[in-house]
C-alpha cells in the first residue's frame, strides 16, 4: 500500500483557507462554476496535446465532463477525462495555492476590517479550486496526468494540513470529489446534490463550456402491463411506473462567438468572460467582431471592469485565447493584441489556420496580423464611445487601465492619434477631473500655440514647481503627467491636433506677453531684457562657472513669480524622472 503522506498548507495559504471554510462570502454557488471551468480547461489540454504529440497515451475518443451525485452521503463528484495533474503539479497547484492573484489577495485580506469586507475581496479576486470549501467539509482530488501511468490523490478539509499519496488505478483525468457540509438555507447554502440545482447552476454559469457535462438523472416511465401466458389470469393488471437512469448532457455548447450578439443575454457574457479571464468582476463592455472572406474569424472580446493585479509584472498574462475553428489552441495569446491592450480579455476564433500553428509561425502570420490590427482599432474607438457614451464608465476604464494605455504612445505609432483622443490627463484646469486633449485645446488661450505640460512624481509636487509660476499667473493651463509612462511617451509625441506638446520645465518657453504691444513698445522691452542681461553678467557667469559641474548654462528668466531661481532642463535631456526610471530598469 502506497504511504499516505500529510503535509501542512503554507500559513498564508491556510489563512486563505480558514477564510473559506468560515466564508460569508454569499455566492457560494459559484464553486460548481470553478470546478466546471477547470475540468473544460484539462480537456482542452489534452485535445491538444494529443494532437501535437501523436506518442501520447490518451484517450481523447470521448471528453466530456461528468457530474455525479451521491444523495444519501451528500456527496458531489466533478470528472473530466482531461489532461490530469502529476504528484507534482497536484502539490504546486493545489497543495500551495500558487494561483496567481492570491499574493495581492491574501495582502489585502490582512488589511480587510471585517468578515464582510473579507467576502468582498472573495468577489473579486476569486479563489478557483478553493472555493469548494466554501460548501464542502473535505474535498477529495483524484487525478493522473495523461501519459503517466501513477495517479495520485489529495484530500483536504481545509484546516491546515493535506494528504497526498499514490493511487494505482486512477482513470485518466481529475475527478473532485466533495463531502457537502449540511444545508442550510439561512447561509445559502442550497442542496446542491438536488438535481435541479445542478441543472440550474450548469445553465446559468457554465452553458458555453464546449465540452458536454453530463448527469445522470432519474426519470420515471409509465410501463404497461404486460400479458404473460403463465399469468393466473389476471388479464387487467395496472400499468406500473418504474424507475429508468438517463445520462443527460445539461449544456447548449454552443460557443457564445459563434452566435450572433443579440441572441445572447448579458448574463451569459457575463459568466464566459470569467471563464476565459479567470476573474470574477464583471466585464466593463463586450465587444463581438466578425469577418468573412479571405479571412475569416470570429472575436469575442471584453474590457474588465477592473485591472488584473498583475497588470505591471514581467510575468503578465495577456487576456487573449485562440481557438481555430472551435478547438482551443493557445491561452495568453500576444500575438493577437498589442500589449498596451493586454487588458482585453476574449477569443478569437479563425477559420483557416493550421492546428498546428505554434507562436513563432504566429509571429509571422499575415492573417494573425490583419487580424491585430482590426482588434486593435476596434477595441480604441469602443473605448472613444465609452468615454462619450458612458462618462463613469470611462472613468473606470481610464483609472484601471490608463497606464498601461499610454504605453501603447510609445509601441503604436499608427494609432497614436486614437490613443490620445481616448487619454486622459491631470491638468490645472479642473483637480477633480481628468481632461481630454480635445478639451485641453478647446480652453487654449487667443494667442497660445502649443500644449503645457509638466512631469513629476506627485500632483502637489508639479503644482509647486517654480516652473508652474508664470503659468499660473497668466492663467495657462498646464497639464500634471504623475505616471513614469509620461516621461517616456512625452518625449515621443510631437503634437496633438497640429499643437506642439510642451514641458514647461525645459528649454525657454516662449511666454509670448508682447500679444497687442505695440512695436515700439516690443523693442522696448526686449531692450530692458538686454540692460538686464549685461547687468547681471557677472552674477550669471560666476554662478556658470562655480556650479560648472551641475549645471550647463545660468540665465535670466522671465518663467518665476517668487522663486529665486529654479532647474531647467535642456528641451531633449532626460528630466529627473526619466533618469530615475532608466535607471531603475537598469539601462
Ligand atoms: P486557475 O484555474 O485560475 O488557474 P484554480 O485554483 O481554479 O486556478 O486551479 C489551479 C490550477 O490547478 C489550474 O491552473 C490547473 O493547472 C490545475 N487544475 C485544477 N483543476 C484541474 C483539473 N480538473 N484538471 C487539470 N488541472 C487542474
Ligand atoms: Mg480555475
Given at each position: 500500500n502506497a504511504p499516505v503522506e500529510e503535509r501542512e498548507f503554507q500559513a498564508e495559504t491556510r489563512q486563505l483557507l480558514d477564510l473559506m471554510v468560515h466564508s460569508v462570502y454569499s455566492n457560494k454557488d459559484s464553486f460548481l462554476r470553478e470546478l466546471v471551468s477547470n475540468a473544460s480547461d484539462a480537456l482542452d489540454k489534452v485535445r491538444l496535446a494529443a494532437f501535437q504529440d501523436k506518442d501520447l497515451e490518451v484517450d481523447t475518443s470521448d471528453l466530456h465532463i461528468t457530474i455525479e451525485r451521491d444523495v444519501e452521503n451528500r456527496r458531489l463528484t466533478i470528472r473530466d477525462n482531461g489532461i490530469g495533474m502529476s504528484r507534482e503539479d497536484v502539490v504546486g497547484l493545489i497543495g500551495t495555492l500558487a494561483r496567481s492573484g492570491t499574493a495581492e489577495l491574501r495582502a489585502k485580506l490582512a488589511e480587510a476590517k471585517d468578515a464582510a469586507a473579507s467576502a468582498d475581496l472573495i468577489g473579486q479576486f476569486g479563489i478557483g479550486f478553493y472555493s469548494t470549501f466554501m460548501v464542502a467539509d473535505t474535498v477529495t482530488l483524484v487525478t493522473r496526468k495523461a501519459g503517466e501511468s501513477e495517479g495520485t490523490r489529495w484530500r483536504s478539509s481545509g484546516e491546515g494540513t493535506y494528504t497526498i499519496e499514490a493511487v494505482e488505478d486512477a482513470p485518466q483525468g481529475t475527478s473532485v470529489t466533495l463531502d457537502l457540509k449540511p444545508v442550510d438555507t439561512d447561509d445559502h447554502?442550497?442542496?446542491?446534490?438536488s438535481e435541479s440545482k445542478i441543472r440550474e447552476l450548469v445553465k446559468r454559469y457554465s452553458d458555453f463550456i464546449a465540452w458536454p457535462i453530463r448527469m445522470d438523472v432519474e426519470r420515471t416511465e409509465r410501463v404497461e402491463a404486460v400479458e404473460t401466458e403463465s399469468g393466473d389470469g389476471d388479464d387487467d393488471a395496472e400499468p406500473t411506473e418504474k424507475t429508468v437512469v438517463e445520462t443527460q448532457t445539461l449544456n447548449s455548447m454552443k460557443a457564445l462567438w459563434a452566435r450572433p450578439k443579440d441572441e445572447v443575454d448579458a448574463e451569459e457574457y457575463t459568466q464566459f468572460y470569467r471563464h476565459v479571464s479567470h476573474a470574477w468582476d464583471e466585464p466593463l463592455e463586450t465587444i463581438a467582431l466578425r469577418a468573412e472572406g479571405t479571412f475569416e474569424y470570429q472575436a469575442l472580446l471584453f474590457i474588465p471592469s477592473q485591472a488584473p493585479f498583475?497588470?505591471?509584472?514581467?510575468?503578465r498574462s495577456h487576456g487573449i485565447h485562440l481557438y481555430v475553428k472551435r478547438v482551443f489552441i493557445m491561452d495568453d495569446c500576444e500575438e493577437l493584441i498589442p500589449e498596451y491592450l493586454r487588458f482585453v480579455k476574449g477569443v478569437v476564433d479563425a477559420a483557416d489556420l493550421s492546428l498546428n500553428v505554434s507562436r513563432e509561425i504566429l509571429q509571422q502570420d499575415r492573417q494573425i496580423r490583419a487580424i491585430r490590427r482590426r482588434l486593435t482599432k476596434k477595441v480604441l474607438s469602443t473605448i472613444k464611445d465609452i468615454r462619450t457614451e458612458r462618462p463613469d464608465d470611462y472613468t473606470t476604464l481610464w483609472n484601471q487601465f490608463g497606464r498601461a494605455i499610454k504605453e501603447g504612445l510609445i509601441a503604436d505609432t499608427d494609432n497614436r492619434d486614437a490613443i490620445l483622443g481616448i487619454s486622459a490627463f491631470e491638468s490645472t484646469?479642473?483637480?477633480e477631473t481628468a481632461t481630454s486633449l480635445e478639451d485641453y485645446v478647446a480652453r487654449m488661450k487667443p494667442n497660445q500655440t502649443e500644449i503645457y505640460y509638466i512631469t513629476g512624481e506627485s500632483r502637489s509636487a508639479m503644482e509647486n514647481s517654480p516652473h508652474m509660476e508664470a503659468f499660473r499667473a497668466r492663467g495657462i493651463e498646464v497639464l500634471l503627467l504623475g505616471d513614469p509612462v509620461d516621461e517616456v511617451w512625452t518625449g515621443n509625441v510631437p503634437d496633438f491636433d497640429g499643437k506642439p506638446l510642451r514641458s514647461?520645465?525645459?528649454?525657454?518657453?516662449?511666454?509670448?506677453?508682447?500679444?497687442?504691444?505695440t512695436q515700439e513698445e516690443k523693442d522696448a522691452a526686449e531692450k530692458e531684457r538686454a540692460e538686464k542681461e549685461e547687468q547681471f553678467s557677472d552674477l550669471t557667469t560666476w554662478l556658470t562657472e562655480t556650479l560648472s559641474d551641475n549645471v550647463s548654462q545660468t540665465r535670466l528668466s522671465t518663467r518665476l513669480i517668487d522663486s529665486p531661481a529654479c532647474l531647467v532642463g535642456d528641451t531633449f535631456s532626460f528630466s529627473p524622472q526619466l533618469e530615475k526610471l532608466y535607471r531603475a530598469s537598469g539601462q
Open positions: 447554502l442550497y442542496d446542491y446534490v498583475d497588470l505591471f509584472m514581467r510575468e484646469h479642473d483637480p514647461i520645465a525645459k528649454g525657454e518657453v516662449d511666454l509670448d506677453d508682447d500679444e497687442g504691444k
